[in-house]
């Protein structure tokens, strides 16, 4: 199974920013975890292949996550970014139901939020 993530970039804070990632087979769980410098790896958001979704506490109200099934592509929608939400954004995917997907991983994309 291939992930192909795209998106990210550099953006000032409060600004929005949108990261897609594209799955070479279908079916899966899907999310985004993110790395920060001297930060372990942490969920942001995933999405179960019915649509049932989990966030993060920090990015509640500012993420969205959603999917296009035909397309087997998993979008997060970035809005009132903050300087703290600068990572490393990795796309993931897994084979079973789960909030935590992380059978598969995609490469990541740089996300830099400036003050």
């Known amino acids: 199974v291939q992930l192909q993530a795209s998106g990210g970039g550099l953006v000032q804070a409060g600004g929005s920013l949108s990261l897609s990632c594209a799955a070479s087979?279908?079916?899966?769980?899907m999310g985004w975890y993110r790395q920060a410098p001297g930060k372990r790896r942490e969920l942001v958001a995933a999405i179960k292949r019915g649509g049932t979704t989990n966030y993060a506490d920090s990015v509640k109200g500012r993420f969205t996550i959603s999917r296009d099934n035909a397309k087997n592509t998993v979008y997060l929608r970035m809005d009132s970014l903050k300087p703290e939400d600068t990572a490393v954004y990795y796309c993931a995917a897994d084979r079973s139901s789960t909030p935590f997907p992380n059978d598969y991983w995609g490469q990541g994309t740089q996300v830099t939020v400036s003050s």
């Open positions: 087979g279908s079916g899966f769980s």
